[in-house]
């Protein structure tokens, strides 16, 4: 059995309750609360309570366009590390260091990752936690 959520004042969520919806109605739940960026779970607490219940804004086309372009160069990277690391197997000759190349990739994926993440306006916590005490201080 998993550990249960808790919510930013420390209060363990114990509570659950089973309620039944058509599949229509469940289809509409899941479709509005993957548009507010809300677990179902969190989705529903927040309408069940009276509780704001906002979806984002789409992000602007220009970081939509530079995520695309970031997910690219990141292929782009990678097909270059793939080949590298197959001539070094085959034991081709190469004018490069691995290692380091591996490390910069290792680093430039990340920093991709976190750029998308952030031209995405995404939010990267985890738990709903920040919503809640968002929604309590209103």
């Not at 109605?25 to 509005?32: G, N, S, T």
């Not at 602007?60 to 080949?83: C, D, M, S, W």
């Amino acid at each position: 059995m998993g550990a249960k959520a808790k919510r930013q004042d420390g209060a363990v969520r114990g509570v659950s309750w089973s309620v039944r919806f058509t599949p229509d109605e469940c289809d509409l739940v899941r479709e509005k609360a993957y548009k507010a960026h809300a677990s179902i779970s969190e989705y529903i607490r927040r309408v069940a309570l009276g509780r704001k219940v906002v979806s984002p804004p789409p992000p602007p086309a220009v970081n939509i366009q530079t995520y695309k372009e970031l997910a690219r160069i990141g292929t782009n990277f990678n097909y270059l590390v793939t080949a590298v690391n197959r001539a070094v197997n085959m034991g081709q000759g190469v004018n490069v260091d691995v290692e380091a190349l591996e490390k910069l990739v290792q680093q430039m994926t990340g920093t991709i990752k976190e750029v998308q993440l952030q031209l995405l306006s995404v939010s990267t916590s985890t738990g709903g936690e920040e919503s809640d005490r968002e929604a309590d201080n209103q």
